[in-house]
């Protein structure tokens, strides 16, 4: 069963790739042809796709929890019941990490519709800080967070922004290991918000820099390589850019820049889409 549900997700995670790919060529030569609609076809019948399959999948989990404790009561040798219980703990371990991927997955091919409100974003921000110290703190991690007291009103989607702030930050957090530090700086400029998340982890060559808002590229093992790529398309939408600076053994920085009426006043060109 878990054998299947990897094979489909694999087969669906190529397909999306070989979509990408065709799609951006089609960009690059400004060419609107029959190609493009039925490329535009492909990407909703794959995320299509993708919903039949995480529809299942937490049906799968419960059914398997259920099953582990109905057997676990029924086995007397401690010995096979540690064996069985680690197997199905890595059994849940892998439907979680297929039901995170879908939910990425569709929130990248989806196409984005931002609900605006005014809000302020250090308020915003001190509270999305303060939650995500936990997971930093458990790991040995420091997380220090800057940031004029005044208010900074921004017109946009908060649970947006929050998903592509937050996507940045715990790739920082999984990348740093124990003794690391993420710095969080929120500052006004003019009618500019520019919010720097900067970490003192292992950084990136320049060629993988050159990559990293592409769809499925991951520098961490296991990671699924679109988070990053979400949270460019959030902000792209809130018409704003994100600007990567990177050294191998010193640390990244993203720059976070938001227009505080939520409209876009970025040229293009004028952000590191690295």
Known sequence: MKTALVILVLLLIFSLIAIVVLYR???KTGKITKKQRDLSEAGILASGLAHEIRNPLNSIKINVQLLQEDIEDAIDDEELKKDFSETISSITYEIGRLNGLMTNF?????????????FDLHDFLNEMIAFMKVEAEAKGIEVEYNSPEEEMLFNGD????????????KNAIQILGEGGKV????KNMRDLYLIEIEDNGPGMTEEFLSQIFVAFSSQRKGGTGLGLSIAKKFIDAHGGGIKVESKVREGTKFTIILPANGERVLNEGEENEA
Not at 158 to 169: A, D, F, G, T, V
Not at 183 to 186: D, I, R
């Open 106 to 118: 569709l929130t990248y091919a989806r196409p984005t519709q931002l609900q605006k409100e005014k």
């Open 183 to 186: 710095k969080v700086n929120l």
């Open 158 to 169: 908060r649970q947006k922004l929050r998903q592509s702030l937050m996507n940045i930050l």
């Open 25 to 27: 060529k089609l960009q």
